[in-house]
């Protein structure tokens, strides 16, 4: 089984070429968060893939322009130093706070889109370089006990996308869809013997840890696509509690 630990491994990564299944397993980590009752909010830069969602219970906000997709990456961040802030005044507990999830999908195409929109914005006096990217990096690093987290798809980990080093060493929680290339699996394993074997003829099957941590095999089934989400909506609301849900099959959330 697919497990995520988010008091562990709180930023979750997940790879793979396209029509590999990367969306089929956000959709299920996505729909299995709402019955636990997170706080959802999603940047879709491929404008469609999670619209269908933007009614269902605990989803906040479903972005699809960019000034939305910047603002909720602003308000993550945002939100974590406001967290922060409680519990050193003594106002709250680490144990006080909703979980909180900002999903970023198509990581490599909203950081392309997100420059040429600032070269478009930018004023006389603004930093050079867009500033978005860098709080997502400080959502990286300490969101955790803010329990403030990120859920970044993209095809592939690379150090141009995710930053080297410290960025995505904190995308601790890997999922990567088909197999890998060598220097794929390295990136995203440390090894070229994790990864590699999947067989490219299986939609959804892809490597990820277990709940004791061990690299497994797994495979991942469509739940619901974002364009036929809302005819489920209100069957999954009247069948599923949003603060009590049961784990669904093949995710295994402990916080």
């Known amino acids: 089984d697919m497990a ?74 945002d939100l974590m130093k406001e967290r922060y802030a409680k519990i050193v005044s003594g106002e709250a507990s680490e144990d006080d706070f909703q979980p909180y999830v900002l999903f970023l999908d198509e990581y490599a195409l909203f950081r392309e889109d997100l420059a040429d929109w600032y070269m478009e914005i930018k004023r006389k006096g603004d930093p050079t370089k867009v500033p978005t990217t860098q709080k997502v990096n400080a959502v990286l690093r300490a969101g955790r006990t803010a329990r403030v987290h990120l859920v970044i798809l993209t095809q592939r980990p690379d150090a141009e996308i995710l930053g080297s080093g410290e960025p995505r060493a904190n995308l601790s929680c890997r999922v990567s869809l088909g197999p890998l290339d060598r220097d794929g699996a390295i990136m995203m394993w440390g090894t070229p013997n994790i990864g590699m074997s999947i067989d490219p003829t299986v939609r959804g099957r892809g490597t990820t840890r277990n709940a004791a941590g061990e690299p497994v095999e797994f495979q991942a089934y469509w739940q619901a696509i974002a364009g036929q989400a809302g005819r489920y909506a ?19 959330l402990r916080y």
């Open 4 to 77: 995520w630990r988010p008091w562990l491994d709180p930023m979750m990564l997940i790879t793979g070429r396209t029509g590999r299944g990367k969306t089929v397993v956000a959709h299920s980590v996505l729909t299995e968060l709402a019955a636990r009752g997170w706080l959802i909010d999603v940047s879709d830069a491929k404008l469609i893939e999670f619209l269908g969602y933007a009614s269902w219970p605990n989803v906040r906000c479903v972005a699809a322009v960019m000034e939305e997709q910047v603002r909720l990456v602003h308000a993550s961040l």
């Open 234 to 252: 209100q069957s999954w609301r009247a069948q599923r509690s949003c603060r009590h849900g049961v784990a669904q099959e093949g995710l295994n």
